[in-house]
């Protein structure tokens, strides 16, 4: 890559990589494999830099490759173990505000959706795509993507033991 190249990239990568993170958070729910996560998709986007004709489709190459990396990620042997502190406690019948006080006991209900609908459902309404946009970033159809939603938003139900409301 030229000195041009490397610039634009490095103002790129300065006015995103929080954004990317923050993504890649929803996506792993851990801080550490986020920054490893948002790594491997700007070393991919770096190494394709000269090869991208359209910059306006730059934020959707990065997205797909960050979805991907996450979804590689979780598919290795030793993600599928988690070690917890304490045995879950048994379910209660409270309503769903009292379960979900926090934006952090969402995000830990996340954790517990498949890889591919939890990289839906956080396309979808945490990043605010469409149902064109979603199947655009994995690379699927929009009826993927919506079957993909429809057993994501079940499963977040199941974990999180009551109605999950959304609106989109």
């Known amino acids: 890559m030229d000195e041009r190249d490397e610039q634009e990239f490095a103002e790129y990568f300065a006015a995103k990589r929080d954004s990317v993170r923050r993504t890649a958070y929803m996506l792993c729910g851990d801080w ?13 986007l770096h190494r394709r830099w000269r090869k991208i004709r359209d910059r306006s489709a730059t934020d959707a190459y990065l ?9 590689d990620e979780s598919r290795r042997p030793w993600r599928r173990e988690r070690q917890v502190e ?17 934006r952090q006991d969402l995000l830990v209900g996340l954790r517990e959706v498949p890889p591919k609908q ?3 459902l956080v396309l979808r309404y ?16 929009e009826g993927n993507v919506k079957s993909q939603t429809a057993r994501g938003l079940a499963n977040l139900r199941g974990v999180l033991g009551e109605e999950v409301e959304t609106h989109g």
């Open 32 to 44: 550490h494999r986020a920054d490893d996560l948002a790594q491997i998709a700007f070393v991919a």
């Open 63 to 71: 997205r797909k490759t960050l979805v991907r990396a996450s979804i």
């Open 86 to 102: 304490q045995l879950p406690e048994a379910e209660s019948g409270g309503r769903l505000d009292e379960q979900v006080a926090t």
């Open 118 to 120: 939890r990289a839906v």
């Open 126 to 141: 945490f990043e605010g795509l469409d149902v064109a946009g979603v199947a655009k970033a994995l690379g699927c159809s």
